[in-house]
Structures are given as C-alpha cells and as structure tokens.
C-alpha cells in the first residue's frame, strides 16, 4: 500500500489524501525550523485529531518526522528522496546556486531563487552577502501572490497577457487585503517596466527601504523556470547601481539558463509537461488598453 492509499484509508479518501498533502507542504514551508502540531492545526484549519491523524500517515511513509526532544515536525527521509528525483526533472534551484552564490559575492548584497506555484510565488533560497546591513523581507519558504516582490513581478511580467489578467484576477481579493498599494494601475505599471527594462523593480513596497530587482529564467522550451532576485537596502540601490545589479543579474540568468538547456539535453525525458509549456510561454503583446504593451 502506498503514501495516498495509507492516507486514504484512514479515513475521507480522496479528501483525506488532499489535506494529507497539504500539511506536507506546509510543513515543507517551514523546513528549517520545523514546525509543532499546534500550528500546523492553527495554519491549516484541521480539528486537532484529523491534523494528528494525518501527520501520522505521513510519518509512516517516513515523508514526515517528528524530533524527539522539541516534538517539532520535518520533512522526512523519503521526501528528500524524491526531492532530489524531482530535481533531476525541473532543476531550477540547483542550476541556480552557482550564480547566487556569485551574485552575493560580488555585489554583497542578498540574493534569492523563486519560483512560481500557480498564482503565488515562493522563495527557494536566500544567499547572503557580505554587506552588514541586509534587507529580511523574503526568506526561504515566503509566498506571496504573483507580482508581490522583484522576483515575483519579473515571472508575473514574463507570462502570457491573458495568463497575466487570470491570475490578477485570482489574487485579486489577497492583493487589496494584505497588499493594498499594488493597485491595478501600479501592478500594471510595474509589468511595463519589467518588459521595457528587462529586470523587475520592487521600490521598497513591500518593506520600507528595502529595494530589489528580479529577473525571470526559463526552461529550454521557452517555459518559466524561476527568478533570480537582488535585494539591498535603499541607500544602494540608486539608479545608476541598478544598471549595474541589472547588468550582473543577467549575466547569471543567462548561465542558470545555460545550465537547464545542458540538464536537458543531458536528460530529454525531462522535457516539461505540455500544460506547463502552455502556462509559461513567452509573453505576447497586448492591447494597450490593458496597460501592459510596452
């Protein structure tokens, strides 16, 4: 019997394996630190039992683990296992390593790997440079609706017109509750200049005097694979250091590139799925009444 057969016979079916799979994520979001059954009831909205009891079944197919002493739940054994099979297929995080590791040395500032899931956006890897004043507005495992974030806009801005009026549509009700500023016209805007300049702009939106820019990479086929993202305090992101960010931050997007298209030709059964390929397309112009053309 399998991880979702376990799951399903526990009890609920089909819907017992989505809220199984659900808590999986959720305690995936918070791999560092690990996460204890309280909360991960408190985010999820499971009475206590049902949480507990699906815990359990992951635990089992050893995806989950519980540590002994601080009783805080993990990611397991098993979905390290199919973590690294899944990244033989996508392989975005690890072919960007090398460059944010090199973007952080050589500029000092943090950079960051997102990718998208859907409408959201979520952060893979945070690297830090050298600079002793660093910006904390994105860490591993944030999501924020697509288009929240220099990374996230430069993937927003380097979808499809009509993929881009979806999801706004979609996140419509989170963007005026928790993101208020980013007002149809100002995500418009925002999408021009990501087009027109090549590099996402986040002037400090999101946390007052953090500034970033974001720039999308794409699978072989043209598909969106991620962002690789910059973020500096105000002071070091003036106009003329932001043509240079942007200059290092294509250098490196271009190599990350370069690295998938080798993976693949490496591996052709890793080719992505149709659907994706529809999703990620490159983007085509618009007319100018959306406020997209550039």
């Not at 394996?17 to 499971?46: E, H, K, Y």
């Not at 590791?101 to 500029?107: D, N």
């Not at 996140?171 to 805007?189: C, I, K, Q, Y």
């Not at 003329?240 to 200059?247: C, G, K, P, V």
Request: glycine share 8%.
């Amino acid at each position: 019997m399998d991880t979702l057969e376990k799951v399903a016979a526990d009890g609920g079916g089909a819907q017992s394996v989505d809220r199984a799979l659900s808590l999986l994520s959720l305690i995936g979001r918070v791999a560092d630190n690990g996460v204890t059954l309280t909360a991960i009831v408190a985010a999820s909205g499971l009475n206590r039992a049902t949480a507990r009891r699906l815990v359990l079944a992951l635990m089992r197919s050893r995806l989950v683990e519980q540590e002994p002493v601080t009783r805080r739940y993990f990611l397991g054994e098993e979905a390290y296992v199919l973590g690294v099979f899944a990244s033989r297929r996508f392989g975005f995080l690890d072919c960007a390593l090398e460059s944010l590791t090199a973007l952080s040395k050589r500029t000092g500032d943090t950079s960051f790997a997102s990718i998208r899931r859907g409408d959201m956006s979520i952060c893979l890897h945070r690297e830090e440079g050298a600079f002793p004043i660093r910006t904390h507005a994105l860490m591993p495992g944030h999501r924020h609706p697509l288009g929240i974030g220099a990374g996230s806009m430069a993937m927003l801005a380097a979808l499809p017109d009509d993929e881009i009026e979806r999801v706004l549509a979609a996140n419509e009700a989170a963007l005026s509750r928790d993101f208020p500023s980013f007002t149809p016209d100002v995500m418009g805007a925002d999408i021009v200049f990501a087009r027109s300049h090549g590099y996402a702009l986040n002037p400090g939106r999101v946390l007052r005097n953090s500034w970033a820019i974001g720039r999308a990479v794409r699978y072989p086929d043209g598909s969106l694979a991620g962002a690789l993202s910059i973020a500096a305090i105000d002071s070091r992101m003036d106009e003329a250091r932001r043509e240079d960010l942007a200059a290092d931050l294509a250098l490196e997007a271009a190599k990350v590139e370069a690295r998938l298209a080798a993976r693949f030709k490496a591996q052709p059964s890793a080719a992505r799925p149709a659907s994706e390929r529809r999703r990620g397309d490159p983007p085509r112009p618009i007319s100018p009444t959306k406020g997209y053309a550039s």
